[in-house]
């Protein structure tokens, strides 16, 4: 079983990195300072989302960070899976499938009522993992999205 720790403010420089490569992947460079300061209010305990390191804490081979939010619709405290990373050299071997098992049991304990994950459209990859840890679309959504940054 792949461990989950919750990452502190002594995880940052271990995460960074991490961070980093997975903005590369997906077509950006991302902006160093500005990961930073978003990344540090979770690794310092704020309540509004949480960042799990995947394997082992002093040499971690992904992260997960989750938003928390609040819906009537699901009963109460939910989470959103903002970003998962998984080392590119050991992906295909289950762990991603290993830590959406995981974070239920852990989160579920604590009140969690449902765990969300957005996906690309076309990404066929992530949408079969996450149907496969019986995540389900919600056809009859549509995510929006007002920015309040410039």
Same mark, same amino acid.
Request: hydrophobic share 45%.
């Given at each position: ?8 403010? @002594? ?10 490569? &997975?903005?590369a992947?997906?077509? @950006? ?6 990961t ?6 979770l ?7 949480a960042?799990?390191l ?41 762990? @991603? ?11 579920g ?31 009859? &959504? ?9």
């Amino acid at each position: 079983m792949t461990a989950l720790t919750l990452a502190r403010p @002594g995880d940052l420089d271990r995460l960074l990195p991490m961070v980093a490569a &997975r903005a590369a992947e997906a077509g @950006g460079a991302g902006d160093a300072a500005a990961t930073r300061a978003a990344l540090l209010p979770l690794l310092e305990g704020c309540p509004h989302g949480a960042v799990y390191l995947v394997g082992p804490a002093r040499a971690p081979i992904g992260y997960v960070l989750l938003s928390f939010g609040w819906s009537l619709a699901a009963g109460g405290l939910t989470a959103r899976i903002d970003e998962m990373h998984i080392r590119r050299a050991v992906r295909g071997r289950g762990i @991603g499938s290993e830590v959406l098992g995981s974070l239920p049991r852990a989160l579920g304990a604590a009140g969690l009522r449902a765990i969300e994950v957005e996906t690309g459209r076309s990404d066929a990859r992530a949408r079969a993992l996450f149907a496969r840890r019986r995540f389900h679309p919600l056809e009859d &959504r549509v995510t929006l999205r007002l920015s309040l940054s410039g």
